[in-house]
């Protein structure tokens, strides 16, 4: 599927409006493009739940990945028990009441931080799992600050500074998350930069972590250039080295179909919609970025330019000016593409606003299955 049509075989009209399609072909065909590259260097590839936790999916995604890369307990449990292969976690830190479950699940456990090896040494070392530290390169490829592990100040990862010549004594990995939507020459320079400031703790480790952000499904992604990194860093310090993204799994994999509810008018015309920026799509505020909408234009290119607009009551729950063909009308179907990854796993009930619905959608078989839809206990059941 060219990454800006509706998936092939979708009627829209024929599923609950908002909802989430998820495409199960082009997550096959994005882990499978993940998988080639993984064999070619030998590295293991978990999947980051927190971009990207349709766990329906977990039986198809792991015939081709190696586990999970979680953020907190629910995720390892999800990962545990609906994906079944290697769960690493990593929190920038770990809460008293609950690193004993989170070790019973996990088989890596990344820290943050020295003081954090300090207070749960005693634990990672009786659950007998891998332990690494997550270092801070302090070299920023991402330029968006608040997806910066590396920005100034950044509390994600100890500093070569920071660590001196401590020796890691009983810490076996190192883990390293820089990137965001890159190709693989930022993630060149980030371990060049890596291996030069940690020369020191990666001759005591048997295992890199390389973090996620690596766009390895996108068109453009450079599959040969991440091949002879990876296979340099292993060969080089004979270390086994993971990669953990969420998003390339789900890169243009999923949609968001919403509704026209009404149209208003003040300085241009504005639609709004049965979904929200604020609530639905919350990178769209957050990155922020304008999402494709199916068969738009820029404002202007096409005879007829709306403002698209949220439900909520947040003025600023605005998706961006889109030009169409047509005159909008309530009623009519917008489709918003790459709408599968940091969505689901991130959206709220904003103004008591439903969560869209969730469809697995095959766009070579042809069938889609509404897998979930939400309502007034969902919402009612988060509060008390
Ligand atoms: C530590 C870590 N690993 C993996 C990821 C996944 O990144 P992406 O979905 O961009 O591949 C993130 C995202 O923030 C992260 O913080």
């Known amino acids: 599927m060219p990454p800006h049509a509706l998936p092939p075989n979708l009627d829209a009209h024929a599923i ?13 065909r994005n882990c499978e493009l993940i998988a080639d590259a993984a064999k070619r260097c030998d590295a293991q590839v978990l999947l980051a739940l927190k971009g990207f936790a349709a766990w329906r999916l977990f039986p198809l995604i792991r015939k081709y990945l190696a586990g999970v890369a979680a953020s907190s307990l629910n995720e390892a449990k999800l990962g545990a028990e609906h994906f079944g292969k290697q769960v690493h976690v990593y929190s920038p830190a770990y809460r008293d009441d609950e690193i004993d479950e989170l070790l019973a699940l996990a088989d890596h456990i990344s820290l943050n931080s020295l003081s954090q090896w300090d207070r749960y040494r005693t634990h990672v070392t009786s659950a007998g799992i891998a ?6 390169p302090q070299h920023s490829e991402v330029h968006t600050a608040i997806y910066d592990p590396c920005a100034p100040g950044s509390r994600l990862g100890m500093t070569a500074d920071q660590l001196g010549d401590t020796p890691l004594d009983g810490i076996t990995g190192l883990h390293v998350h820089t990137l965001c939507e890159s190709n693989a020459d930022a993630l060149h320079r980030v371990v060049a930069t890596f291996e030069n400031k940690f020369a020191r703790q990666l001759k005591q480790v048997s295992w890199v972590n390389l973090g996620g952000g690596h766009h390895i499904t996108c068109d453009d992604y450079d599959v ?16 086994a080295v993971y990669l953990e993204p969420g998003e390339a799994i789900a890169l243009n994999a999923g949609v968001l179909v919403a509704t026209v509810l009404d149209i208003t008018h003040n300085e ?52 961006g000016d889109y030009s169409f063909d047509r005159p909008l009308h309530a009623g009519d179907k917008l489709v918003f593409t790459d709408m599968a990854h940091y969505t689901m796993v991130k959206n709220t ?33 988060r509060l008390s």
Do not use: W
């Open 16 to 28: 609950p409006s908002p909802c989430y399609v998820i495409d199960e072909a082009v997550i096959q």
């Open 224 to 239: 040969d250039l991440l091949v002879r990194i990876v296979s340099a860093l292993r060969d080089k310090h004979n270390v």
């Open 268 to 319: 241009l015309d504005i639609a709004i919609l049965d979904t929200s920026a604020a609530a639905h799509m919350p990178d769209v505020l957050e990155m922020p970025y304008r999402p494709n909408v199916i068969g738009t234009g820029a404002p202007g290119e096409k005879p007829y330019t709306y403002r698209l607009a949220g439900l909520t009551c947040l003025a600023g729950d605005v998706i």
């Open 131 to 136: 332990c690494a530290l997550r270092i801070n």
């Open 349 to 381: 009930a904003f103004n008591g606003v439903n969560l869209p619905a969730i469809a697995i959608h095959n766009s070579v078989a042809g069938d889609t299955r509404i897998v979930r839809t939400f309502g007034y206990e969902d919402y009612k059941t």
